[in-house]
């Protein structure tokens, strides 16, 4: 699927979807960027994955090079846990921020 050939100047989010393997795997897509779909036995695969997947779709979509990156909540930037939070968890979605750095 083509992309407009418009040239991106602003920041756009590109949400992503993580739904739960029957095998303990993990399933990441997003509705936002066709194709873009990833799938592992090992959740920490498809977590790692995913923002270079981004980078490769939506550069070619975009004949330009696309740099992406994980947006974080800015409460949790703020504030101190009382407890210890395990990094394998998943939440049901994660929020990236993209932007062109060139043609």
């Given at each position: 699927m083509?992309?407009?050939?418009?040239?991106?100047?602003?920041?756009?989010?590109?949400?992503?979807?993580?739904e739960r393997r029957a095998d303990g795997g993990l399933?990441?897509?997003?509705?936002?960027?066709p194709g873009f779909v990833l799938s592992h036995a090992d959740p920490r695969m498809v977590l790692s994955d995913?923002?270079?997947a981004l980078e490769g779709i939506l550069s070619h979509m975009f004949e330009g090079?696309?740099?992406?990156?994980e947006l974080s909540r800015l409460r949790e930037k703020t504030?101190?846990?009382?407890v210890s939070v395990d990094s394998s968890l998943v939440v049901p979605t994660?929020?990236?921020?993209?932007h062109v750095t060139g043609p």
């Open positions: 083509a992309a407009s050939c418009k040239p991106l100047n602003d920041y756009f989010k590109v949400v992503v979807t993580l399933r990441a897509y997003s509705d936002d960027v995913i923002k270079s090079t696309i740099i992406v990156e504030s101190q846990p009382d994660k929020e990236y921020v993209t």
